[in-house]
Nanobody
């Protein structure tokens, strides 16, 4: 079982930056691929970024490519999402997700473990 706790959200002006962090419990963090998803009001939860077990592979939604960077530190059991050049359209609740073998990197159905979510609001 993996418990995920997000931190680092908040309110920022357009063009600003935020760094989200996902802290995990347990000693087997390196066995889990990690992902970030987001859900805006009235919309489906959508893929943002994902990273493989050792960080060697990363994946991004087209909407965030070049602005967001996902990373992980297996020694600290954390996975981070650096968000730059934020836009009002990035406003959403952001969720950290984990799975040992994601059936898909890009859809929420691929991940079995989820954090509670954290609010990110970008003002124009």
């Amino acid at each position: 079982q993996v418990q995920l706790i997000e931190s680092g959200g908040g309110l920022v002006q357009a063009g600003g930056s935020l760094r989200l962090s996902c802290a995990t419990s347990g000693r087997t963090f390196s066995r889990y691929a990690m992902g970030w998803f987001r859900q805006a009001p009235g919309k489906e939860r959508e893929f943002v970024a994902a990273i493989s077990w050792n960080g060697g592979s990363t994946y991004y939604a087209d909407s965030v490519k070049g602005r967001f960077t996902i990373s992980r530190d297996n020694s600290k059991n954390t996975a981070d999402l650096q968000m730059n050049s934020l836009e009002p359209e990035d406003t959403a609740i952001y969720y950290c997700a984990a799975d040992q073998w994601p059936s898909t990197w890009f859809y929420k159905s691929g991940y079995n473990y989820w954090g509670q979510g954290i609010q990110v609001t970008v003002s124009s």
